[in-house]
């Protein structure tokens, strides 16, 4: 269903991908729940194929429903999302049950053994009685084959068996239990809307011990890649949850790689040919167009670019429409290199800087203060409407969210120098980009608002950041 359960008063998901769930637990209580963030996307949590030189795609290879991956065992699974529920942080893991491990010498990170070739997967198990018969998709505008045969050579299971519906279920249902409050549902595209409907009606009501009011549903997000142009359409599968909505990160990275203006954003939401708010599930990235294959291709902002990414980043958290969430990665030269090692296998837990940024190979965008301050900023305006918009005709804009709210952007190649309606109560406020409230001071900017709500706003082209953001929370 539709509702996140997220705790009161939070926002902003992050993916941390590839975490370990020990250091995933940690980060809950050391700077996720300090800092207002509402929820964490993790790693498949089910048993993976082991590859050679272990491919972050691997983990999309399923062996087993058995909780055992590099990230951990069901021990540590179950104590991150106590951990985490404990300090308001919920849990969405990433669940693929559409298909199962491509041939190749295939063992699991747990251990077992599967026989692709014979469509045999003892560790579950699935027989080939639980697959569709063996076709490739080569047609993406044919509906049938895109649900009923093979996804790149990974054996396509048929959830319109009972069986297979039964050992999803269970698999759901057992995360259920271990305290989370969601799934993303990997390659949803390629499975019949009916066939989900039918696991999706199987799901307990979330786990009151952790914190959930009875009767809560999981918050599901379907991962449609629908950039148009396909048979199959993201609206198929609206009904039954959100979606990932791949537009919104195509169009966010034009517009702040300049392919279109910004005061084109005036009404970002539908009208741009996104889902209905409360089924879009929104990013600037995601871990696989962030590789610069997936769907959104060459537009879509990385951590590479980090001025436009910043930008963009808080753009989406300033902006009421969607939910969104933030992507945590690490660093790579190499589209299917996996996570930092100590020895090839095991993941490296990440290392911290005194200015609380990431090291030992993990970026942590969600520690980067533009943006983690955005994340702050978006849970003090709550559900403000979008007021006093302004643009220059060009790439400089600035809009309040009620009167709780206002940040600038300038994306063009010369300075915003403007005095702008902030709606704001008259007072001084910290820019929340350039620095932080400390205690009675701001680390950076400066900005004073009058009692006509006006305020000189100052965005140089060339500062590091071309964004300026105030809110009721950061005012001395
Ligand atoms: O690049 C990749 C992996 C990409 C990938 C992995 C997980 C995702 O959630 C995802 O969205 C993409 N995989 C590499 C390597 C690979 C992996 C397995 C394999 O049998 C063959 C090759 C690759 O080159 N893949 C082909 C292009 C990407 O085609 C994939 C898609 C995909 C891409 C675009 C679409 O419009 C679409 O409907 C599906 O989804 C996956 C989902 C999976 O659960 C596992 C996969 O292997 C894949 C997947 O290969
Ligand atoms: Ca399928």
């Not at 945590?328 to 996996?338: P, R």
């Amino acid at each position: 269903q539709f509702d996140t359960n997220y705790a009161s008063g939070r926002s902003g998901m992050v993916h941390l991908f590839e975490w370990k769930w020990d250091d995933i637990a940690a980060e809950c209580e050391n700077f996720l729940g300090p800092n207002g963030f509402a929820g964490v996307q993790v790693s498949p949590v089910n048993e993976n194929a082991v590859k050679d030189s272990r491919p972050w795609w691997e983990r999309y290879q399923p062996i087993s429903y058995k909780l055992v991956t590099r990230s951990g065992n069901e021990e540590q699974f179950a104590s991150m999302t106590r951990r985490c529920n404990a300090v308001g942080v919920r849990i969405y893991v990433d669940v693929i049950f559409n298909h199962m491990a491509a041939n190749g010498g295939t063992y699991g990170t747990g251990g077992s053994t599967a026989s692709p070739s014979s469509k045999s997967y003892p560790g579950v198990p699935y027989s080939s009685l639980d697959f569709n018969p063996t076709c490739a998709i080569s047609n993406y505008n044919d509906a049938n084959q895109v649900r009923n045969c093979e996804l790149v050579g990974l054996r396509d299971l048929n959830q319109g068996n009972s069986y297979v519906q039964e050992k999803i279920a269970e698999f759901l249902n057992h995360l259920i239990d271990l305290g989370v409050a969601g799934f993303r549902v990997d390659a949803a595209k390629h499975m019949w809307p009916a066939d989900l409907g039918v696991i999706y009606g199987r799901l307990k009501n979330l786990n009151t011990d952790h914190g959930f009011s009875s009767g809560s549903k999981a918050y599901i997000v379907q991962e449609v890649i629908d950039m148009g142009g396909e048979a199959i359409s993201k609206s198929e599968y609206t009904g039954l949850g959100a979606i990932t909505e791949f537009r919104h990160s195509d169009s966010i990275g034009k517009a702040f790689r300049g392919k279109d203006q910004l005061r084109y954003l005036s009404n970002w939401g539908t009208a741009w040919g996104f889902a209905a708010s409360d089924r879009s599930l929104v990013f600037v990235d995601n871990h696989d167009n962030q590789r610069g294959h997936g769907a959104g291709g060459a537009d879509v902002l990385t951590y590479k670019v980090p001025k436009q990414y910043k930008m963009a980043s808080a753009f989406m958290l300033a902006h009421p429409f969607g939910t969104p969430r933030v992507m945590s990665s690490f660093s790579f030269s190499d589209t299917k290199q996996g996570p930092p090692t100590t020895d090839g296998h095991n993941i490296a837990s990440p290392s911290f800087n005194s200015d609380n940024s990431c090291s030992g190979g993990w970026v942590c965008e969600h520690r980067w203060r533009q943006i983690y301050n955005m994340v702050a900023f978006r849970n003090a305006v709550g559900s403000d409407a979008i007021q006093n918009w302004w643009d220059n005709g060009s790439n400089q804009i600035a809009f309040s969210r009620g009167s709780r709210g206002f940040v600038a952007f300038n994306n063009d190649n010369y300075d915003l120098n403007s005095s702008l309606q902030t709606g704001l109560p008259a007072g001084t406020y910290c820019d929340v980009i350039s620095g932080t409230k400390n205690g009675s001071s701001c680390t950076g900017k400066t900005v004073t608002v009058g009692s006509d709500g006006r305020a000189s706003i100052y965005l140089g082209n060339s500062e590091d950041d071309g964004v300026l953001a105030i809110h009721v929370n950061a005012k001395l």
